[in-house]
């Protein structure tokens, strides 16, 4: 159950940012006995993959921050952060072999099925919401947001080691957060289309 838990905040956290919970998991394994990586995600604890994912951290902190820019990201980080989502729940629940509850572990497809879609979908509405958050702040709040993602990742990938029962909290409001969001934005896309068809709000001549 809690290796479940730690999988999915983990990918979650995925959503966000790629490299925030590689690189936690990584040095987690390291310093810490949360974390156990198996045969064949033991790379992920290797000081060469850590300075890489610091190195991709750096340059995925820089770049999410600059209006444009950061959409073009949002659209190469497609594919990474469903991969990375898909790794870090797999490499956790694998672990599980040694606590001897391995039937996560026997069956790998369900760990990175779970991890992918779980970061597709975090993935999915922060690219929906940072074109309109650019467009109605003039780009201000562009670092802002991505300031708050990138807490949010660290924050949830450190709650799914230590602390994973919290991790249904975290959902639970995440999923607030993201249904309030996309209301808002069906709203204010219904006010335009309101407002091109001379609807309440516009005067049309007779």
Do not use: C
Request: glycine letters at 10%.
């Amino acid at each position: 159950m809690f290796a479940a838990l730690t999988g999915l905040g983990l990918s979650t956290a995925a959503g966000f940012n790629a490299y925030i919970p590689l690189l936690v998991v990584g040095l987690a394994s390291n310093f810490t006995d949360k974390v156990a990586l198996p045969s064949g995600f033991d790379w992920m604890g290797q000081w060469w993959a850590i300075g890489l994912f610091s190195v991709l951290l750096l340059v995925e902190v820089v770049v999410d921050k600059v209006p444009v820019v950061d959409h073009v990201n949002d659209i190469i980080q497609t594919a990474i952060r469903p991969a990375s989502g898909g790794a870090v729940f797999s490499a956790t629940t694998a672990a599980t072999e040694v606590d001897n509850s391995a039937w996560l572990a026997e069956r790998p497809w369900i760990g990175w099925t779970v991890g992918i879609v779980s970061a597709l979908a975090v993935h999915g509405v922060k690219a929906l919401v940072r074109p309109v958050v650019n467009a109605t702040t003039a780009g201000v709040g562009a670092p802002v947001v991505s300031t708050i993602e990138d807490g949010g990742s660290l924050g949830m990938s450190l709650v799914a080691i230590f602390l994973p029962i919290l991790v249904v909290v975290f959902l639970v409001a995440l999923v607030w957060l993201a249904v309030v969001m996309i209301r808002r934005l069906k709203r204010r896309r219904a006010r335009r289309a309101a407002r091109r068809r001379g609807e309440p709000g516009t005067t049309v001549e007779m």
